[in-house]
């Protein structure tokens, strides 16, 4: 089982900033296979990026994906009220499909 | 509207059954793969499978042990995910979520069903 490991756990930030999250595998993920969601309470994860850097549809373009083999970056490039979340990476490479456990951007 | 509308919360004992149910519409059923990912409180999501369902093959995660059971019915536009031999930790929100045949990204999800298990 791919094991995806996120960081940082927490990521404080004010409105207007860059946000840099992480996303490291314990193998190496085809770049096609790797997705970001974004998930806020009591809601279902949203997708934002399929194929490490394509943008899902209606997803603005200050989310950014990219990445290779084990190391994988979501950048949003200013972040909005509405960007303050919990992001969860995936990997859809191999069976069993994994996420990881999920930054979460809060407000500083 | 394109959507995946899911059944109600559901209760159930240590060591019973449950069915969750996912009504597709506004999309052509059979061209996608629906998954079914559950979230327990506060984790991270887990995959649990997948059907075709188009042609009904199905795929299961391992980690599941025999457990977990997906069908579909086209005709209803339907996706039932049965958990069975039920135990605390299965308690979560269950969703389902459409992917394409071929790229397991999820592009479109419910919006839970919460399934709690107590004695």
């Known amino acids: 089982e791919i094991v995806l490991t996120q960081s940082p756990g927490t990521l404080s930030l004010s409105p207007g900033e860059r946000a840099t999250l992480s996303c490291r595998a314990s193998?190496?993920?085809?770049?096609?296979?790797f997705a970001w969601y974004q998930q806020k309470p009591g809601q279902a994860p949203r997708l934002l990026i399929y194929?490490?850097?394509n943008r899902a549809t209606g997803i603005p373009d200050r989310f950014s994906g990219s990445g290779s083999g084990t190391d994988f970056t979501l950048t949003i490039s200013r972040l909005e009220p509405e960007d303050f979340a919990v992001y969860y990476c995936q990997q859809y490479d191999r069976s069993p499909l994994t996420f990881g456990q999920g930054t979460k951007v809060e407000t500083k | 509207q394109v959507q995946l509308v899911q059944s109600g919360a559901e209760v159930k004992k240590p060591g019973a059954s449950v069915k969750v149910s996912c009504k597709a519409s506004g999309y052509t059923f059979t061209r996608y793969a629906l998954h079914w990912v559950r979230q327990a409180p506060g984790q991270r999501p887990e995959w649990m499978g997948w059907i075709n369902a188009g042609n009904g093959n199905t795929q299961y995660s391992q980690n599941f042990q025999g457990r977990v059971t997906i069908t579909r019915d086209t005709s209803a536009t339907t996706a039932d995910l049965t958990l069975s031999s039920l135990r605390s930790d299965d308690t979560a929100v269950y969703y389902c979520?459409?992917?394409?045949?071929?790229?397991?990204?999820?592009?479109?999800w419910g919006r839970g069903t919460l399934v709690t298990v107590s004695s």
């Open positions: 193998q190496s993920v085809r770049i096609s296979y």
């Open positions: 979520a459409r992917g394409d045949n071929n790229r397991w990204y999820f592009d479109l």
């Open positions: 194929g490490t850097s």
